[in-house]
């Protein structure tokens, strides 16, 4: 055998050998997040849905929602998935932020984790020991956070100079916005200007901070939130990873009874 053989065979078996090692250690760092056994038994649940159903697919999702929801797309591949705001963007999926207010309207199902406390929640069509899909039916009230929300930080989200919330169930309610601060680095008038079908209102909201409750007549309801604030993102410096350029902290609730 010549050298450049024995020199391009043993190069070949590099090459196999580095692809399998981190075949392996992607899917031992799926293993040890729970992903791969928790999520591929949504193939279980799938049959479940009905021609027409459409599943939200949440941002509560565990400690790794991002991974998990790209896992989801691959898993639930026959199923009509909407995505929550902070996971429309990055990785090998496109065009999930595309025409939302359409799509999310036609949502009938959620998938999210299962309470903390365990179990399950009530009306719950299905759920193994991390996630559960639940019927929207089945919800006393539900919102979605839709493009211009980060991921939740300890309940809280940062928005950009807009962003939309979707309340997809809820009755007799209003949409609570409690804002709890501003980005010190962003500029501008600290009002916002909230717009939900015939309702706007416009609030100052002296260092970011303030409640605003919206009535909500009917769902879902589209409630799209403007800031006076801007940030401006530096040259060759984006203002965070998720490109997100965040000036207001804020958590949204239902009311009932309002």
């Not at 038994?41 to 929801?69: H, T």
């Not at 501003?182 to 100052?204: K, L």
């Not at 993102?233 to 350029?245: I, T």
């Amino acid at each position: 055998m010549s050298i450049r053989r024995l020199i391009g065979l043993l190069a070949a078996a590099v090459v196999i050998f580095v692809g399998a090692q981190r075949a392996v250690e992607y899917d031992r760092g799926a293993r040890l997040k729970n992903l791969s056994v928790d999520l591929l038994d949504l193939r279980q649940m799938a049959g479940s849905l009905g021609k027409g159903d459409v599943l939200y697919v949440d941002g509560d999702l565990g400690a790794a929602p991002f991974l998990a929801s790209r896992w989801i797309a691959a898993v639930l591949r026959d199923i009509p998935l909407v995505y929550a705001g902070e996971l429309q963007d990055g990785g090998y999926l496109s065009g999930l932020a595309s025409d939302f207010e359409r799509r999310v309207a036609r949502v009938t199902h959620v998938l999210r984790c299962v309470p903390a406390q365990g179990g399950h929640s009530d009306g719950a069509l299905w759920w193994n020991g991390r996630y559960e899909v639940v019927p929207l039916a089945a919800m006393s009230g539900f919102l979605s956070y839709g493009p211009g929300f980060s991921a939740a930080e300890n309940g809280l989200r940062w928005m950009g100079e807009t962003a939309v919330i979707v309340v997809l169930k809820a009755s007799n309610a209003a949409l609570d916005l409690s804002f709890v601060g501003r980005n010190g680095a962003a500029t501008g008038d600290e009002r916002v200007a909230i717009e939900s079908g015939d309702n706007t209102i416009d609030q100052s909201l002296p260092g970011g901070q303030g409640i605003v409750r919206v009535p909500v007549k009917e769902t879902p309801a589209f409630v799209q939130i403007r800031s006076g604030l801007r940030l401006t993102e530096l040259p060759g410096r984006p203002v965070r990873s998720d490109g997100l350029a965040p000036v207001l902290r804020l958590q949204a609730s239902i009311l009932s009874g309002h």
